[in-house]
């Protein structure tokens, strides 16, 4: 193999332009592919900025030319030679370099390459499981490239943005205490302290509080965090959050910093002029028209309770439902009463799969209703049925009876599934919105106690606070998530800053005195010298940057992810390690139960 001793590289392949034409340059990389056309090769050389065509002329040099023909697809090689500009019928419109070719005068080969297990393209249709064991190669592709670069500059928007509004970044420990709430965490055994273990942050939640009591006053960082639970294509065991936290702030401060951020984020990196303020919904608000805490409101088909309606009906689903304490929503799918029996038959299974017992339905037609259940219906129960759910000729009215968490969840995905079905989602527009005043705690029916709704450190609304004592489940929270679309970009609240205050709310959600000095220890103890009013928020940076790029799949925006078991393809991690090291750490591994 040849070195580039005495050779340095001039440019990029796109960084050269029309401007160029006649200069000598030196380029450097990776062969897409060689075309023999007999007296002339043409080879496509690719580099992180993208390809730039080079010709080997036999009339110009028999050797040169000769030894092009050994070239393969990802041979590394450096080109010398004279920018020139195509002939006008060979001009390439779709590559940012198609005027331009390189006319080569020297060629050396820098590594060869065997024959790739996929083709290094754009948009491969290689299998991921293929792709991620040799995710070196799949990084080669160019979408894969500008998913990271993208990456990289809106990670540079943040730290430029937040610095230049009073941010400091401060990085916070990775080997940390475990205080479990939540997540499972990931254990790190301690060599120096048998049997003692750290374990790897969740996030940095108590630290960046801690840093508010230290008189920083704003503090952000992009840091990694790490929880032990099941995977989905928008979820990696460890992910990387935009974190941040601000001293003597209310929930307008945070929100309004944080619009800026986003707003600048879409104007440099997609040309996009967001509005600002952005729309909010309340919990409560989001959850009757949309069953979600992270609504897609780029359509409509929003829920309508019809309880009221129904409560009396002959049909048994509904009235006894209801006096059971549950509900019953409808959603008025537009147009789509023309689906088949097996497409209603399979939204049905839809809503099964997310707690719904069944999915009754009702299809207006010219002449009447069509429905299994409109026998149990009166005419004046269809009528205001159909007025509540503003239906005419040909729609699809869909409807779910069961407790009310049960309905908001079905009714949301499905309406999510008849978005798609319906063509209703126009995938280049983005609507940001707020989701605000979320419940402060949830019951654990399980376990029979209350659990905080976001974390125990969050700050009751002012007004709330006498329902404490009282009834905690009208309890909201100076909580706030930002959505994007239906996914959720980031989330926080305001903290408790009062010792007592949040004493009580550890109390309230089972800890005792004791338990909660086990766990959060440090935390209290800082609480008695002196703790400013603070809030915060962490966005999920490689969510944002998936929604940026336009992709589905988190792991198209993550350089080295995991996959669906929380394994690496590649290095194959997690693996078995040596007797020395577990015997070094005290451990012994024993097999896991089958049940």
Known sequence: MENIKGLKRTRLCTELSVNDVGKEVVLMGWVQRRRDLGALIFVTLRDRSGIMQVVFNSEADPELHKKAFQ???????????????????AINRNMPTGELEVLAKELRILSKSETPPFHIEENS?????????????????????GNLILRHRVAKIARDYFDANGFLEIETPVLTKSTPEGARDYLVPSRVQPGKFY?????????????????????????KCFRDEDLRAD?????????????????????????????????????????????????????????????????????????????DSGFKVFSDTIANGGCVRAINAKGAGTFSRKEIDALGETVKTYGAKGLAWIVIEDNGVRSPIAKFLTETELQNLKERLEAQVGDLLLFVADKEEIVFNSLGHLRLV????????????????????FPLLERDEEENRWVAKHHPFTSPMDEDIEYLDTDPSKVRA?????????????????????????????????FSDEEAKERFGFLLEAFKYGVPPHGGLAFGLDRLVMLLAKTSNIRDVIAFPKVQNASDLMTNAPDYVDEKQLEELCIKTVEPSEN
């Open 71 to 89: 070239l393969r697809s990802e041979y590394v090689i450096a080109v010398r030679g004279t920018l020139a500009l195509r002939s006008p019928e």
């Open 125 to 145: 249709d290689a299998n991921e499981a293929l792709r991620l064991k040799y995710r070196y190669l799949d990084l080669r592709r160019p979408d894969l490239q």
């Open 199 to 223: 374990a790897l942050p969740q996030s940095p939640q108590l630290f960046k509080q801690l840093l508010m009591i230290s008189g920083f006053d704003r503090y952000m960082q992009i840091t």
């Open 235 to 311: 979820r990696q065991p460890e992910f990387t959050q935009i974190d941040l936290e601000m001293s003597f702030v209310d929930v307008e401060d945070v929100i309004r910093v944080n619009e800026g951020f986003i707003q600048r984020v879409f104007r440099e990196i997609l040309d996009i002029e967001l509005p600002v303020p952005f729309k909010r919904l309340t919990y409560k608000e989001a959850m009757e028209r949309f069953g979600s805490d992270k609504p897609d409101t780029r359509f409509g088909l929003e829920l309508k309770n019809v309880s009221d309606i129904v409560k």
């Open 418 to 437: 008849l978005g798609e079905k319906l063509n209703l989602i126009d995938h280049d527009k983005y609507d940001v919105l707020w989701v605000t005043e």
């Open 478 to 510: 100076k909580a706030y998530d930002i959505i994007l679309n239906g996914y959720e970009l980031g989330g926080g609240s305001i903290r408790i800053h009062d010792i007592e205050l949040q004493n009580k709310m550890f109390n309230i959600i089972g």
